[in-house]
């Protein structure tokens, strides 16, 4: 079984939608039991908040649901936990090394890197362009479909 951590700053917008979409992707192919996969957050901003009301109401368009979803902070233990840590920028992947005192394993990815067009996820708590948000959520996670 791949196991799966999905990381952005604040565990509401970003890492959710690419944690519902993940798991919206392995029912639709049938391989629920080939992943585990959950979400968090770098910081302790939004620690125990829903998904943030535009992008639960953006993975309802498509018919996804995120209902029970809270955030939490990645921990050192989420390094041993998981195959790969999949962050959505930069920033978000130093944060995530330095939580998990380095990358040994090299587990700690961008999701971008897993499409033609290597990048941040666009980030829609500054740009309220959550259309643009679920479109690289969804590339990134058809490719990493692909890839594991």
Not at 122 to 137: G, K, N
Not at 138 to 148: D, H, N, P
């Amino acid at each position: 079984m791949k196991r799966i951590l999905f990381v952005c700053h604040g565990n509401i917008c970003r890492s959710p939608m690419a944690e519902f979409v993940m798991k919206d992707l392995v029912r639709k192919a049938g391989r629920d039991g080939d992943y585990y996969i959950e979400s968090a957050a770098t910081s302790t901003e939004e620690l125990g908040n829903e998904v943030y009301p535009p992008a639960r109401r953006k993975l309802a368009e498509h018919g996804i649901g995120c209902k029970g979803k809270r955030a939490r902070q990645m921990v050192r233990a989420d390094y041993d936990r998981f195959d790969l840590l999949i962050g959505m920028d930069d920033m978000n992947v130093r944060n995530m090394t330095r939580i998990c005192g380095g990358d040994p394993e090299g587990k700690i990815r961008m999701l971008m890197d897993y499409t033609d067009r290597p990048g941040s996820v666009a980030d829609p708590w500054y740009t309220r362009d959550f259309e643009a948000t679920w479109q690289d959520v969804l590339l990134g996670c058809s490719g990493l479909m692909e890839s594991t």
